[in-house]
């Protein structure tokens, strides 16, 4: 199992940034999708789900309405779209296959000006 994430960095308040996650080593069109995130001393925590068709998706309260999760089965790829982005948006950002006990790397994204 592999799964990188990617895109992250750094934003100003309001802005906007794109994460992908490259999946591999699983079927992972069969396999719903999560987005998570981590701020310094804090706990992870979820932020956007998909299902494995990617006909419903559901997000904390934090986020909805200004992030978007999708996937392409086809690239084996899912995304997380960050809109209006705040300062306590603030974290490292990892992607996981529901059911598979595997975290990639993560990757930053910092809010600020």
């Known amino acids: 199992v592999q799964l990188v994430e990617s895109g992250g960095g750094l934003a100003q308040p309001g802005g906007s940034l794109r994460l992908s996650c490259a999946a591999s080593?699983?079927?992972?069109?069969?396999?719903?999708m999560t987005w998570h995130r981590q701020a310094p001393g804090k706990e992870r925590e979820l932020v956007a789900a998909?299902?494995?068709?990617?006909?419903?998706?559901n997000y904390a309260d934090s986020v909805k309405g200004r992030f978007t999760i999708s996937r392409d089965n086809a690239k084996n790829t899912v995304y997380l779209q960050m809109n209006s982005l705040k300062p306590e948006d603030t974290a490292v950002y990892y992607c996981?296959?529901?059911?598979?006990?595997?975290w990639g790397q993560g990757t930053q994204v910092t809010v600020s000006s």
């Open positions: 998909i299902t494995s068709g990617g006909g419903s998706t």
């Open positions: 080593g699983f079927a992972f069109s069969v396999y719903h």
């Open positions: 996981k296959a529901s059911g598979i006990g595997y």
